[in-house]
T-cell receptor
Framework: GENVEQHPSTLSVQEGDSAVIKCTYS??????FPWYKQELGKGPQLIID?????GEKKDQRIAVTLNKTAKHFSLHITETQPEDSAVYFC???????????FGTGTSLTVIP | NAGVTQTPKFRVLKTGQSMTLLCAQD?????MYWYRQDPGMGLRLIHY???????AKGEVPDGYNVSRLKKQNFLLGLESAAPSQTSVYFC?????????????FGSGTRLTVV
């Protein structure tokens, strides 16, 4: 299967600063990379995703970049706000099935 | 539109007891999944289903069974609970045929086995 590593495990930033979370994957056959945000006591919620034929995707203050050669992808959050505080998970999906392989999560704290 | 609903939200079991976790989705999704979430280990797939009447093993299936008798429901059973099964369980669904779509998750079931 696929192995997804995520760093850092915890991240604290000042409000207004940027936050970057990085993931690497092992199988070059992975072709879809979603990011999830999980707030306390809730299930993960999809916030952005990227396909393997795209290098970057933006949605307002969040963006994801993908480097297929290096097999890593990153989540970028700009102008962070306290409501961005949550646990973020990256995931990868092989082109042979629907199963997602998740990273171990990053706990982001935005300090007002 | 409720999305994915999990019941119960919390449960405490004694070692050796059995229980069933229910997942219901109202989005007519083909695919459904059961994950467990443990500190420092992310989300790990237990079992999944690609359609009514079908089930398959995921990464950590031992000690669990599942059934998908109706398209909208996916049940996760623990026949003889063990402390190692203390975890938060998430159900997810996904639209069939859309290979570049994410999951819709439920809000989770926190299970403690004592």
């Amino acid at each position: 299967g696929e192995n997804v590593e995520q760093h850092p495990s915890t991240l604290s930033v000042q409000e207004g600063d940027s936050a970057v979370i990085k993931c690497t994957y092992s199988d070059s056959a992975s072709n879809y990379f979603p990011w999830y945000k999980q707030e306390l006591g809730k299930g993960p919620q999809l916030i952005i995703d990227i396909r393997s034929n795209v290098g970057e995707k933006k949605d307002q203050r969040i963006a994801v970049t993908l480097n297929k050669t290096a097999k890593h992808f990153s989540l970028h959050i700009t102008e962070t706000q306290p409501e961005d505080s949550a646990v973020y998970f990256c995931a990868a999906r092989l082109n042979t099935g629907n199963q997602f392989y998740f990273g171990t999560g990053t706990s982001l704290t935005v300090i007002p | 539109n409720a999305g994915v609903t999990q019941t119960p939200k919390f449960r405490v079991l004694k070692t050796g007891q059995s229980m069933t976790l229910l997942c219901a989705q109202d989005m007519n999704h083909e695919y459904m999944y059961w994950y467990r979430q443990d500190p420092g280990m992310g989300l790990r797939l237990i079992h999944y289903s690609v359609g009514e009447g079908t089930t398959a093993k995921g990464e950590v299936p031992d000690g669990y069974n599942v059934s998908r008798l109706k398209k909208q429901n996916f049940l996760l059973g623990l026949e003889s609970a063990a402390p190692s099964q203390t975890s938060v369980y998430f159900c997810a669904s996904q639209e069939g045929g859309r290979f570049f779509s994410g999951y819709t998750f439920g809000s989770g079931t926190r299970l403690t086995v004592v």
